[in-house]
Structures are given as structure tokens and as C-alpha cells.
């Protein structure tokens, strides 16, 4: 079966082009990346991207935004699929990607925020989120068992994240969900996953949280 020509528009940092990355790397797509500065983009990404987000894909420079709509367009027409075949099992994985996506939100605000009460209660919030999560983690080693899947491909960015925050201070909100840090730890030593970044995104995430002036970044500049 003959693919179009994928190009995919990305910031290196972005957790949603990540998962794009994932996917396109799980089902071995040849693809084109072009990184851009999203606070001064080139012009012509307004005429792509009509919410002014990353990731864009262009198919044969037709442009699909939207990560969720990316993957989901990428595994539908290629061999296999990244969802279980039950629809019912199908429906609880997008389910959990909106828990996903409510988490991601609430990890980004977590690391910005100059407010103290705000912090505290999205500390808080994070917490209990993580606590349902750890109920539902059953399988071994990926959410739905032994294959991995588009859930998987959303939470490994979000561990990612967590990961970096691991790195350059001494925050740790895991110390009682021992099924998410194991799902953890597999996802983040995947393939796809490990070539979903580039080399200097560690260095990079360190710059921009420091650049919040948030209280997690003075917690970065005092570790």
C-alpha cells in the first residue's frame, strides 16, 4: 500500500508532538520534521494551523491537526491497529486518553503557576488523578497488556515530563502508585518513545521551566 508524503511540523518540546512521533515511529512511517519557534512562527503556519498549535501534519502538504486526530488518521491507513479491536475496550482507551489529556493539562499549570494556592491544590489534584490511574493499571507492561497502544503513546509524554521534574529537583509525587511508575519506567525506555524527542530536550525542558519564574522553577534554581 502506497502512503502519502508525511511532514510533520513540530515544536521540540511539545508533549502532543510527541505522541504523534510515537505513532508514526510504532507503525514505522517514513516522515519529514520541521521544528518552528511557536513564539514567533513563520507565517504560513496560520494558514495550517487554525488553532496556532503543534502538531501539524501535512499529507502530500494537506494539512490534519489536532495529535489525537493525527494518530488515530496514521493508525487507521496503516497495517494493524494501535486500539483494541473490541469496540467497547476501543471506546475505554479514548476514555483514558481524555484522563490523559486532563492530566497533561493539569501537569502544565502545575509547573507555571506563580500562585501559591494554585499550586498546592493542582498538587493536590495531580495526586488523587494518579491515585485513580494506579487503580486501572492491571496489565503488564502497557495499559491494555502486551501490546502497546495510542493510551500508551499519550502517557509516555506526560511521564516524560515527570521525569525531567525528577531530574532537577527532589519533587516526587509517586511514591504511593508503584503500577504507574512501572508503566512508567517500560514506556520511557521504548523505541518509539526514546525517538520521539531530540537530543537536547533535556536541556531545552530545563531552560524553558526555569524561564516560568514559577514555584516550581525556583525550586530548579535552589536544587
Known amino acids: 500500500m502506497s502512503l502519502p508524503k508525511f511532514k510533520l511540523i513540530s515544536f521540540p518540546l511539545c508533549p502532543y508532538v510527541q505522541r504523534a512521533r510515537i505513532a508514526l515511529n510504532e507503525k514505522n512511517i517514513e ?9 514567533a512562527p513563520p507565517e504560513w503556519f496560520y494558514d495550517i494551523s487554525p488553532l496556532e498549535k ?27 491497529s494501535l486500539y483494541p479491536t473490541d469496540h467497547f475496550d476501543k471506546a475505554q ?19 507555571t503557576t506563580s500562585d501559591e494556592k494554585t499550586y498546592k491544590h493542582t498538587r ?10 494506579e487503580e486501572q493499571l492491571i496489565h503488564r507492561p502497557y495499559f491494555n497488556g502486551v501490546e502497546f497502544s495510542l493510551v500508551d503513546a499519550v502517557y509516555a509524554p506526560l511521564f516524560r515530563f515527570y521525569e525531567v521534574a525528577k531530574a532537577f529537583t ?28 531530540p537530543d537536547t530536550y533535556m536541556q531545552d ?3 524553558y521551566l526555569k524561564k516560568q519564574d514559577s514555584i516550581f522553577s525556583k525550586n530548579i534554581s535552589t536544587s
Open 54 to 80: 503543534v502538531p501539524v501534519l501535512l499529507v502530500d502538504d494537506k494539512p490534519l491537526f489536532e495529535s489525537m486526530v493525527i494518530c488515530e488518521y496514521l493508525d487507521e491507513v496503516t497495517p494493524g
Open 124 to 133: 493536590a489534584v495531580i495526586t488523587d488523578r494518579f491515585d485513580i490511574l
Open 31 to 39: 516522515y519529514d520534521i520541521e521544528m518552528i519557534d511557536l513564539e
Open 170 to 197: 527532589n519533587f516526587d509525587l509517586f511514591d504511593d502508585t508503584p503500577n504507574v511508575v512501572e508503566w512508567w519506567k517500560v514506556l520511557l525506555t521504548r523505541p518509539s518513545v526514546e525517538n520521539s524527542i
Open 93 to 111: 482507551n479514548r476514555a483514558w486518553i481524555e484522563f490523559g489529556n486532563d492530566l497533561l493539562g493539569l501537569t502544565y499549570n502545575f509547573f
Open 205 to 207: 525542558m530545563e531552560a
